[in-house]
């Protein structure tokens, strides 16, 4: 198992997210925060004190690419999350470790130690 790292959960479905947390504080990490929209994310990125993020393409219609953004340029790792339904992600965030919905527990802590890499 992987060192826990905080990491702030950006996800615009409560059940999602729950569920989301939930597997993370099983695999031994903590929830920094959670964020259900851009503005709270981009807010999240801007003061900073988590390891890790793991970003929701789509939240409330809403992409949250400026907040892919914002980890990019302060060197904060991230994972892009997605329904599969989505176009593919700016060419800048191409190589973003991707964790495809539904999540399962067993496909994210290998995706959070390719991040954390």
Same mark, same amino acid.
């Given at each position: 198992m992987? %060192?826990?790292r905080d990491i702030l959960v950006v996800e615009d479905e409560p059940l999602i997210?729950?569920?989301? =947390?939930? #597997?993370l504080e099983t695999l031994g990490h903590r929830i920094f925060a959670s964020c259900d929209t *851009? =503005?709270? /994310?981009? +807010?999240?990125?801007?003061?900073?004190? #988590?390891?890790? /993020?793991i970003l929701d393409v789509n939240l409330k219609g =809403?992409? *949250?690419w400026p907040v892919a953004e914002a980890l990019r340029?302060? %060197?904060v !790792? #991230?994972?892009i999350a997605s329904g599969?339904? *989505? +176009?593919?992600?700016p060419a800048a965030f191409a190589n973003a470790p991707l964790? +495809?919905?539904?999540?399962?527990?067993?496909?994210? /802590? !290998?995706v959070i130690d390719e991040a954390s890499a």
């Open positions: 992987s %060192n826990g997210a729950m569920m989301l =947390e939930d #597997f *851009v =503005e709270q /994310a981009l +807010e999240q990125a801007q003061a900073g004190g #988590f390891d890790l /993020a =809403e992409l *949250v340029q302060r %060197n !790792p #991230f994972i599969g339904h *989505v +176009e593919p992600p964790l +495809e919905k539904p999540y399962t527990i067993d496909r994210i /802590a !290998p």
